[in-house]
Nanobody, 119 residues
Framework: QVQLVESGGGLVQPGGSLRLSCAAS????????MGWYRQGPGKERELVAA???????DYADSVKGRFTISRDNAKNAVYLQMNSLKPEDTAVYYC?????????????WGQGTQVTVSS
């Protein structure tokens, strides 16, 4: 079936940048939605940024102006460019997608990638 594979997490100093990548693979007909969520220590999972096939984007207030979501439909991939990172951005970041295969529509999650912002 369909799988999402994430990469790009790591340790970065405050004010630094990271670029997260997520690629979907498998029997994919179309991807209706791709987005990024995160879950920090002791916090609930929250939406960070979302991008639909129609080009509509949505960002959490805490990341507006600093993060940018983008998609490469040819690669079935979504990216999250994170600039001006703050310690509060420390979390596990998850890729999420709604994907139509040959026979069904399903929701998929990546394995999560750790982002740590610290001096």
């Amino acid at each position: 079936q369909v799988q999402l594979v994430e990469s790009g997490g790591g340790l970065v100093q405050p004010g630094g940048s990271l670029r997260l990548s997520c690629a979907a693979s498998g029997s994919i007909v179309s991807i209706n939605y791709m987005g990024w969520y995160r879950q920090g220590p002791g916090k609930e999972r929250e939406l960070v940024a979302a991008d639909t096939s129609g080009g509509v984007t949505d960002y959490a207030d805490s990341v507006k102006g600093r993060f940018t979501i983008s998609r490469d439909n040819a690669k079935n991939a979504v990216y999250l460019q994170m600039n001006s990172l703050k310690p509060e951005d420390t979390a596990v970041y998850y890729c999420n997608a709604r994907i139509r295969g040959f026979y069904r529509l399903g929701d998929y999650w990546g394995q999560g990638t750790q982002v740590t912002v610290s001096s």
